[in-house]
C-alpha cells in the first residue's frame, strides 16, 4: 500500500505536495498538502527558530505565491503582502517596520486592483523552505524564496510602489 505516497502540483505554488485531504485557507490559493507544510514551517518559526525576522517574508511569500482567485479579500490580501515585500527586499525595512506599512496602507484603503499574477510562482517554494536543516539555513532560504517571488511579480513592480508610497504619505 503506497497510497500515503501520491502527490500533486498545489495549484498556487506548483510545488510536489502530499495528495491529502485537509483544511485550506479561505482565500490565500493553496492546496491542503502545502498549507499543512506550511503550518508545519510557521510551527517551527514560532517554536524552535524563535519567531525569527525572517517571519515577516515567509508570511509574506506564501501568501503572495498562493494568490487564489480575484475577490475583494484576496485582493487586498495579495496587495498588502506584495507592498511589504517591497519595503523589506527593496527599501530593507526591519520587519517590525514593514507590519507597520501594511497596517497604514490598510487604513489608507487597501489596494482594490486585481494584479493577474505570473504563470511562472518562481523557483523556489515553502518545501525548499520545509527542508532547511537549521535556523541559518532557514533564513536563507526564506529570503532567496521571497526574492525569487518578488521577481516573479516584477511586471507589477511599478505599481506595488505606487501603493507602497500612497500608503506612507
Ligand atoms: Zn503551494
Given at each position: 500500500?503506497?497510497?500515503?505516497?501520491?502527490?500533486?502540483?498545489?495549484?498556487?505554488?506548483?510545488?510536489?505536495v502530499?495528495?491529502?485531504?485537509?483544511?485550506?485557507?479561505?482565500?490565500?490559493?493553496?492546496?491542503?498538502?502545502?498549507?499543512?507544510?506550511?503550518?508545519?514551517?510557521?510551527?517551527?518559526?514560532?517554536?524552535?527558530?524563535?519567531?525569527?525576522?525572517?517571519?515577516?517574508?515567509?508570511?509574506?511569500?506564501?501568501?503572495?505565491?498562493?494568490?487564489?482567485?480575484?475577490?475583494?479579500?484576496?485582493?487586498?490580501?495579495v496587495?498588502?503582502?506584495?507592498?511589504?515585500?517591497?519595503?523589506?527586499?527593496?527599501?530593507?525595512?526591519?520587519?517590525?517596520?514593514?507590519t507597520?506599512?501594511?497596517?497604514?496602507a490598510?487604513?489608507?484603503?487597501?489596494?482594490?486592483?486585481?494584479l493577474?499574477?505570473?504563470?511562472?510562482?518562481?523557483?523556489?517554494?515553502?518545501?525548499?523552505?520545509?527542508?532547511?536543516?537549521?535556523?541559518?539555513?532557514?533564513?536563507?532560504?526564506?529570503?532567496?524564496?521571497?526574492?525569487?517571488?518578488?521577481?516573479?511579480?516584477?511586471?507589477?513592480?511599478?505599481?506595488?510602489?505606487?501603493?507602497a508610497?500612497?500608503?506612507?504619505?
Open positions: 500500500m503506497h497510497s500515503d505516497d501520491a502527490s500533486t502540483s498545489c495549484v498556487g505554488c506548483g510545488a510536489l502530499p495528495a491529502t485531504e485537509g483544511p485550506t485557507h479561505p482565500y490565500i490559493g493553496a492546496s491542503p498538502g502545502c498549507w499543512r507544510i506550511y503550518g508545519d514551517v510557521l510551527g517551527r518559526e514560532y517554536g524552535e527558530y524563535g519567531y525569527p525576522e525572517c517571519h515577516r517574508l515567509t508570511v509574506d511569500a506564501y501568501a503572495v505565491q498562493h494568490p487564489g482567485v480575484a475577490s475583494r479579500r484576496s485582493i487586498q490580501s496587495g498588502v503582502h506584495l507592498i511589504s515585500l517591497y519595503y523589506v527586499l527593496e527599501r530593507g525595512v526591519t520587519s517590525d517596520e514593514a507597520r506599512r501594511i497596517g497604514l490598510v487604513r489608507a484603503g487597501p489596494p482594490s486592483i486585481w493577474q499574477p505570473p504563470t511562472d510562482p518562481g523557483r523556489l517554494t515553502i518545501c525548499d523552505v520545509a527542508n532547511a536543516a537549521d535556523a541559518d539555513a532557514h533564513a536563507r532560504i526564506v529570503r532567496a524564496w521571497a526574492e525569487s517571488v518578488w521577481e516573479a511579480w516584477r511586471d507589477h513592480h511599478a505599481i506595488i510602489r505606487t501603493w508610497r500612497d500608503a506612507a504619505s
